[in-house]
């Protein structure tokens, strides 16, 4: 933990502003929130969100409260780029540009395997928080919900990262890898230096078995780049094999097709969802658009003739055009 945050979003005031939205929250937490199922990447997700009313925006205000205080108190590590300001997948994948050799890996069903004890043990390491536990255990319980950590809660990033915080701590200043995470997501690669991946990948599940996570065996795997164009498919684009100058970083087309899938069902299906089911799908639409038009404007044109046949007709891709439709058909 670091840092000031101003006496209004303290814990101690927080705790106090809170306390009655705790005690129905354990209670009754139903009234507080809702579930629907979207689809993420190709894939069916439930979300936990927040319930439309006066309950739901007083769960809200107080996560985003909490998120803000942990925010900036906590120091997460260099090596972790997920919900970072200025960092992103681009940012994580150019630690990768000279290497040839990958491990690659993820946790399997992360978020629920996130345990409530634990992670309010690691609050207990901060002098400022040990005196205040009472009222952060309380705060943390609503930020569960039976006892999972639901994807779809405003605090919810902040306090994965945090969750993995030792775990990446152990491998800060490695020098025969090069270590990163974006989410749940690990990528350590090397050059010709397989027998210190290996060495990595069974020091990262000793880690990660001490918070009670594993590997996700299906998407866990070694690589080896051994000529110009191999490649090895990462966070949705591939890292590809450009000697003799570094990697170069490209959008896959599987990527680009779920995402072309994921707007032509967004236009097809919003006029008949709740706005913040639209709101939800619309988020994960825009910011995959952006993301290929950033890393590929060659892979931008690709998308935008995907879902010109896809969806019959030409579309406008541009967030301003998205977000019309949306306000368009809630006026």
């Not at 997920?82 to 681009?90: F, Q, R, T, V």
């Not at 236009?267 to 994960?284: M, V």
């Amino acid at each position: 933990m670091r840092g000031k945050y101003s006496k209004s979003w303290s814990i101690d005031t927080m705790y106090t502003d809170a306390r009655s939205t705790v005690e129905q929250y354990n209670e009754d937490p139903e009234k507080y929130v809702r579930s629907f199922t979207v689809r993420i990447n190709g894939k069916k997700r439930n979300i936990i969100t927040y319930t439309p009313d006066r309950n739901g925006a007083a769960l809200r205000n107080i996560h985003s409260r909490f998120a803000f205080t942990i925010s900036h108190c906590y120091q997460s590590m260099p090596d972790s780029f997920a919900y970072k300001k200025g960092s992103g997948i681009l940012t994580c994948l150019s630690q990768h540009l000279q290497s040839d050799t990958f491990f690659k890996t993820d946790i399997h069903d992360y978020f629920n395997s996130i345990k409530f004890e634990t992670l309010l043990s690691m609050f207990q390491e901060d002098k400022t928080c040990k005196r205040r536990m009472k009222k952060i255990k309380a705060l943390l319980s609503l930020c569960f919900y039976n006892d999972h950590m639901p994807i779809g809660f405003i605090t919810s990033p902040v306090l994965s990262d945090l969750y993995l915080h030792k775990v990446d701590e152990s491998f800060l200043g490695r020098y025969d890898v090069i270590y990163t995470r974006y989410a749940d997501d690990f990528i350590i690669s090397g050059k010709n230096n397989m027998s210190s991946l290996e060495k990595a990948k069974n020091e990262l599940e000793e880690s990660l078995s001490e918070y009670g996570l594993s590997l996700n065996a299906k998407k866990t795997y070694f690589r080896t780049l051994h000529r110009p164009g191999d490649a090895i498919h990462v966070l949705g684009v591939n890292l590809v094999n450009n000697d003799p100058d570094p990697n170069r970083i490209t959008v896959s087309d599987r990527y680009i097709r779920e995402t072309s899938k994921d707007i032509c069902r967004f236009l097809s299906e919003y006029q008949d969802q709740t706005k913040e089911e639209n709101e939800i799908a619309l988020s994960s639409a825009i910011g995959k658009i952006e993301f290929i038009r950033f890393v590929s404007p060659s892979s931008y044109s690709k998308l935008e003739k995907m879902v010109r046949i896809k969806h019959g007709e030409a579309v406008d891709l541009s967030r301003a055009m998205l977000e019309g439709l949306i306000k368009k058909n809630n006026s």
